[in-house]
């Protein structure tokens, strides 16, 4: 069965440094080597989606700075609707700094760029079906993106920021991880909603009403480093719950899918096709 759905979210140029180590505060990492990888959360979750088999369109925002059509490039190659990603003069593209450590764990330093100047008024009145919504667009953006949705509503909430009760509300799927959880503390659980809170290596739990109705641990795998991997699982979950898979079912495919981003490096390059979790999850 196949889904359609909107994203509506950054756009970025990752630039990934691998090192040894993370460097301390005031410390100086040396020997690392570089790579340029496509990412941005929006922009990871439509690819992922797609991927995965959904019809997928996105809309923000790139530069036109050069740095814009290779943030783009792997969203066109594998078929992502950008007829709604503006390029705007003047600004320069999102970009995001990584520090990708040899176990895999990273910091991420994010320069927005044109995704900040992302306004209501730059979306469609009304944006049919289901949506897919972050918080690296400005606040008031995502809040009328939902306001705006005729159907089902994913929003990850992260990075954590303040944000509109209404949102939390009007979501019918909000995705975190264990720190973004401690944020939103107990208004995560009254949202009216699924709530997923995803555990790193151990999985992840679903929730509705504040009970837990749901759980799932990832396939071993060998971690190349984990970028990508939280927007993965957030664009697999979405898709799977919208293909009317079972709860249990639903989060196994976000982990499963989650896991294997983490076995290739960078975050859109990573991301794995439908076919790959299938396999994984005995299902091919």
């Excluded at 690296?136 to 809040?143: D, H, K, M, N, Q």
């Excluded at 990832?218 to 939280?230: E, K, L």
Aim: glycine residues 12%; hydrophobic residues 50%; charged residues 15%.
């Amino acid at each position: 069965m196949s889904v359609s759905l909107t994203v509506v979210g950054s756009i970025n140029l990752d630039f990934v440094a691998s090192a040894a180590h993370l460097p301390a505060p005031g410390e100086t990492v040396t020997g690392a080597t570089l790579a340029r990888h496509p990412g941005g959360k929006g922009a990871n979750q439509a690819l992922a989606a797609r991927r995965l088999g959904a019809v997928v369109q996105l809309i923000g925002a790139v530069g036109k700075d050069g740095m814009g059509d290779e943030a783009l490039g792997l969203l066109r190659r594998d078929g992502v609707d950008l007829w709604e990603v503006a390029t705007r003069e003047g600004l320069a593209s999102g970009v995001a700094l990584i520090a990708v450590s040899a176990d895999g764990e990273n910091q991420i330093i994010v320069a927005p760029g044109a995704n900040a100047a992302v306004q209501p008024g730059d979306l469609p009145n009304t944006l049919e079906g289901a949506v897919v919504l972050q918080l690296e667009l400005p606040i008031p953006t995502v809040a009328a993106a939902a306001e705006r949705a005729t159907g089902f509503v994913a929003v990850n909430l992260a990075p954590a920021a303040e944000v509109p009760p209404a949102l939390l509300q009007r979501a019918d799927l909000i995705v975190v991880n264990q720190t973004e959880a401690a944020f939103y503390g107990e208004a995560l659980y009254a949202a009216p909603g699924l709530v997923a809170v995803t555990l790193g290596a151990a999985g992840a739990r679903l929730y509705k009403d504040g009970v837990q109705i749901a759980s799932a641990a990832p396939p071993p795998v060998s971690v190349v480093d984990t970028v990508g991997a939280g927007d993965c699982f957030v664009a697999a979950l979405t898709v799977a719950l919208l293909e009317g898979q079972a709860p249990e079912a639903a989060l196994a495919f976000a982990c499963a899918a989650g896991a294997l981003t983490t076995t290739r490096p960078g975050a859109q390059p990573a991301l794995p096709w439908r076919a790959e979790v299938d396999g994984v999850l005995g299902q091919a």
